[in-house]
């Protein structure tokens, strides 16, 4: 069993910036990579970023890229995602999820494990 607790999140003007981190606990030699999700309300889930513990592989959504920034400390069992340039289009609750798949995904039926999220809200 994989607990994931996401922090970081808060209200920040359009053009600011975050960092979310989401530490996790349990079985996590079980753990290859990680993500980032989002949904906003009356909205579906979104794949925002994904990394993979091995170094190599990050991936993105087409909507976050050149703005976010996906990172991992596998000793830490922690993955981040460093926000910037906030839209105000970001607004979501943000949660983690974790994998044993070795491969990054932004398909949310690859994860069986995930946070409770983290609300970010975007003001213009």
């Known amino acids: 069993q994989v607990q994931l607790v996401e922090s970081g999140g808060g209200s920040v003007q359009d053009g600011g910036s975050l960092r979310l981190s989401c530490v996790a606990s349990?079985?996590?030699?079980?753990?290859?990579?990680m993500a980032w999700f989002r949904q906003a309300p009356g909205k579906g889930r979104e794949g925002v970023a994904a990394?993979?513990?091995?170094?190599?592989?990050?991936i993105y959504a087409d909507s976050v890229k050149d703005r976010f920034t996906a990172s991992h400390d596998r000793a830490k069992n922690t993955v981040y995602l460093q926000m910037n340039s906030l839209k105000p289009e970001d607004t979501a609750m943000y949660s983690c999820?974790?994998?044993?798949?070795?491969?990054?995904?932004?398909?949310?039926?690859?994860?069986?494990?995930w946070g409770q999220g983290t609300q970010v809200t975007v003001s213009s």
């Open positions: 999820a974790a994998s044993g798949r070795v491969w990054p995904s932004l398909n949310a039926d690859n994860f069986h494990y």
């Open positions: 990394v993979s513990f091995d170094g190599l592989d990050t």
């Open positions: 349990g079985s996590t030699s079980t753990i290859y990579s």
